[in-house]
Structures are given as structure tokens and as C-alpha cells.
């Protein structure tokens, strides 16, 4: 049972414009979130996080919206560039499940030049 | 970048031998932890470690097993592999403390194929 969902496998977005990135949750529990990018042949590399005490964190071109009610949470990327292309996880854990992380099934994101 | 490194890269085994990863951290951090990387799952973890000799299962653990002897190393060992095992294995490494929730940061990959 997947408890955090990226219902979007792929986006193209045009440089310069903003790229949105959704993801959904379905344990109440989750009080950490974060976001991380892979490039092809890498690692997941950590991006932004957010914790559930807030509705917005922001750095740089990189901002993560909370709606905890909705149990929905974005990344916006703004204005994105060509070497945003990647895939995009997003990811939650709860104090009660220890330090598990739990990650969604990832969005792929192509900037056209 | 942490210091985490995964050994082997790329590895191609028969169905039924046994395999062994193995991650490697310069970084001191208490947790450690074993993820696969599948299309349409997205990361799921295996094992992770919560100290030298303390490991607890994940949510996809069946046919594998984990050992740390050292604060620096952390095995996964296919038993006997499968062709279900062949995967991406990502190794991560946090330094959570009780009462702070930390980042995970990964190690660059095995990719193992069983034939």
C-alpha cells in the first residue's frame, strides 16, 4: 500500500516557466517531508524539506507547499532551466515510524530549452 | 557530497549464488540503510541500521539480509538471488538523533542484474 503518491510519472514544462510537482500522502502521521532530485546513473540527492509545523519553506528557486488537511504537498520551481531535468521523489517519515522514510514512485521532469 | 560509497557498481550474477553490496560511509552517522529502486515503485527499503550490530527489516526485506560490524559498513546479501532481485540498490545514511528528523543522503547506486 503506497502511502505517499506522485500521480504524475512525467512533466514538460518550458524554461523559464514554473514547474509544478505534486504529491500526496495518506498517513495523518507524517510530520517530515522532502523532495529530492535524480539524474540518471546517480543517487537521489537531497533538494528541500518541510516539516509539518509549517505550510512553506522556500530556497532559492525551490519552494514546498504543506496543506496538511489535504494531505498534499507541491514542489514549485521557479523560473526552471534545462539542467532541472530529473526525477523527482518525494518523501515523508514520522516520529512513530522511527526513522523510516517512505517515497513516492517519482515525476520526470523535462525542461524544454 | 556525503562520503557514502557503494561497492560494486554493476554487478551480473546467475540466478541462486549469493550476493553480497556493500555501502561505505566516511561520515560517522549512526543510521544507515538499504533501498531498491524499481520502475513504479519508486525507493523502497529493505533494511536500515540503527547502530553497530542493531538492523530492523523494511517494508520489501524477504530474501535479503544485513550485518554491521562497523560503524563505517553496512552489507545487504541476497542469499540466493532471484531474478525479482534485479534492481537499483541505493545505500542512504542519516545522523537523526531522537528528537530531530534528519535528511537521508544516498550513496550513487549498484545495479545488479540476476540472469
Known amino acids: 500500500d503506497q502511502q505517499v503518491k506522485q500521480n504524475s510519472p512525467s512533466l514538460s514544462v518550458q524554461e523559464g516557466r514554473i514547474s509544478i510537482l505534486n504529491c500526496d500522502y495518506t498517513?495523518?502521521?507524517?510530520?517530515?517531508f522532502l523532495w529530492y532530485k535524480k539524474y540518471p546513473a546517480e543517487g537521489p540527492t537531497f533538494l528541500i524539506s518541510?516539516?509539518?509545523?509549517?505550510d512553506k519553506n522556500e530556497d532559492g528557486r525551490f519552494t514546498v507547499f504543506l496543506n496538511k488537511s489535504a494531505k498534499h504537498l507541491s514542489l514549485h520551481i521557479v523560473p526552471s532551466q534545462p539542467g532541472d531535468s530529473a526525477v523527482y521523489f518525494c518523501a515523508a517519515s514520522s516520529r512513530n515510524t522511527g526513522n523510516q522514510f517512505y517515497f513516492g514512485t517519482g515525476t520526470s521532469l523535462t525542461v524544454i530549452p | 557530497d556525503a562520503g557514502i560509497t557503494q561497492s560494486p557498481r554493476h554487478k551480473v550474477t546467475e540466478t541462486g549464488t549469493p550476493v553480497t553490496l556493500r555501502c561505505h560511509q566516511t561520515e560517522n552517522h549512526r543510521y544507515m540503510y538499504w533501498y531498491r529502486q524499481d520502475p513504479g515503485h519508486g525507493l523502497r527499503l529493505i533494511h536500515y541500521s540503527y547502530g553497530v550490530k542493531d538492523t530492523d527489516k523494511g517494508e520489501v526485506s524477504d530474501g535479503y539480509s544485513v550485518s554491521r560490524s562497523k560503524t563505517e559498513d553496512f552489507l545487504l546479501t541476497l542469499e540466493s538471488a532471484t531474478s525479482s532481485q534485479t534492481s537499483v540498490y541505493f545505500c542512504a545514511i542519516s545522523a537523526t538523533s531522537g528528537s530531530i528528523q534528519e535528511t537521508q543522503y544516498f550513496g550513487p547506486g549498484t545495479r545488479l542484474l540476476v540472469l
Open positions: 498517513n495523518s502521521m507524517f510530520d517530515y
Open positions: 518541510i516539516s509539518s509545523i509549517k
